[in-house]
């Protein structure tokens, strides 16, 4: 079965910084882009990055550009997000989730760990 | 950059077809994914490739894809069909949703 489960969300001061880990399992980690998607209280979902396999590859959406970084242990098959100078709106539920290249698609999705942001 | 249009909401009676819309620019040329969400759940694909299901997804679900939209169609609705969807592109190596459609079975 595939598993994804988030963790390292919390409660964090504008400025700070948090460090969300995704645990991955059922499947062969090291084969799949990986992707963190969120979600703000009543909000749509808005993607945040995705990173290639090998860590190659690394894209963001603009508006987190220079404050967070995307990383992966296929070892350990485990998805990172350093989240540094948060603010106010990146409060969200945010997901990791695997993205199945013959699909073209999401299809497995952790339950999402809640950042909050906030003095 | 590039944006995908869904109205906000659809209210469909149950049995009836709901039919949600999603607009881009050439959006035909891409392929589209729609996800489904339930209050306090986490996404859940139901159509990739424009028009495909992947395996556990009911034949109610289908979806096309021409010109600027991409459409997700949900024949004999129930009320487990109620929820939030959300339909997905690729713009290079970014990724796009949709603002989302809330589907509510009267």
């Known amino acids: 079965e595939v598993q994804l489960v988030e963790s390292g969300g919390g409660l964090v001061q504008p400025g700070g910084s948090l460090r969300l880990s995704c645990a991955a399992s059922g499947f062969t980690f090291s084969s799949y882009w990986m992707t963190w998607v969120r979600q703000a209280p009543g909000k749509g979902l808005e993607w945040v990055a995705n990173?290639?396999?090998?860590?190659?590859?690394?894209y963001y959406v603009d508006s987190v550009k220079g404050r967070f970084t995307i990383s992966r242990d296929n070892a350990k098959s485990s998805l990172f997000l350093q989240m540094n100078s948060l603010r106010a709106e990146d409060t969200a539920v945010y997901y990791c989730?695997?993205?199945?290249?013959?699909?073209?698609?999401?299809?497995?999705w952790g339950q999402g760990i809640l950042v909050t942001v906030s003095s | 950059s590039y944006e995908l249009t869904q109205p906000p909401s659809v209210s469909v009676s149950p049995g009836q077809t709901a039919s949600i819309t999603c607009s881009g620019d050439k959006l035909g040329d891409k392929y589209a994914s729609w996800y489904q969400q339930r209050p306090g759940q986490s996404p859940v694909l139901v159509i990739y490739q424009d028009t495909k299901r992947p395996s556990g997804i009911p034949e109610r679900f289908s979806g096309s894809n021409s010109g600027n939209t991409a459409t997700l169609t949900i024949s004999e609705t129930q009320a487990m069909d109620e929820a939030d969807y959300y339909c997905?592109?690729?713009?290079?190596?970014?990724?796009?949703f949709g603002g989302g459609t809330k589907l509510t079975i009267l």
């Open positions: 997905q592109a690729w713009d290079s190596s970014t990724v796009v």
């Open positions: 989730a695997s993205y199945e290249n013959s699909l073209l698609a999401f299809d497995y």
């Open positions: 990173i290639k396999q090998d860590g190659s590859e690394k």
